[in-house]
């Protein structure tokens, strides 16, 4: 029995995980997580590094929710983003970000 608790608390994990996503409703409008991060100094320069076709891949889905925001109205649900497909395309670029931002501080301070 004690070894099925971890499987049983995964799904369970897993479970919430979606509904949580589907709450939220950023993919409602063909968003991914990653979109919704709020623009700080460290995402700005994450946002410079990417890759021209993943950074218009994300101007478009912006502008996109942007419209169907103003005309109060939301994405078939075939197009709305699924949890399964999430993809988390700027977080490698933020992580390195940090760490650099942070070896700078690091280097300042001796």
């Given at each position: 029995m004690a070894s099925r608790a971890?499987?049983?608390?995964?799904?369970?994990?897993?479970?919430?995980?979606k509904?949580?996503?589907?709450?939220c409703g950023f993919n409602k409008l063909g968003?991914?997580?990653?979109?919704?991060?709020?623009?700080?100094a460290d995402?700005?320069?994450?946002?410079r590094r990417l890759p021209e076709q993943v950074y218009n891949d994300r101007m478009f889905r912006i502008k996109r929710a942007l419209d169907l925001s103003?005309?109060?109205?939301?994405?078939?649900k075939e197009q709305w983003t699924k949890y399964e497909e999430e993809n988390y395309y700027l977080t490698p670029y933020l992580e390195e970000v940090v760490r650099e931002r942070k070896e700078k501080e690091e280097w300042m301070k001796k």
């Amino acid at each position: 029995m004690a070894s099925r608790a971890p499987v049983a608390t995964g799904r369970l994990m897993l479970g919430f995980r979606k509904w949580y996503y589907n709450l939220c409703g950023f993919n409602k409008l063909g968003l991914m997580r990653d979109d919704t991060i709020n623009e700080d100094a460290d995402v700005k320069e994450a946002l410079r590094r990417l890759p021209e076709q993943v950074y218009n891949d994300r101007m478009f889905r912006i502008k996109r929710a942007l419209d169907l925001s103003m005309k109060q109205q939301v994405l078939p649900k075939e197009q709305w983003t699924k949890y399964e497909e999430e993809n988390y395309y700027l977080t490698p670029y933020l992580e390195e970000v940090v760490r650099e931002r942070k070896e700078k501080e690091e280097w300042m301070k001796k």
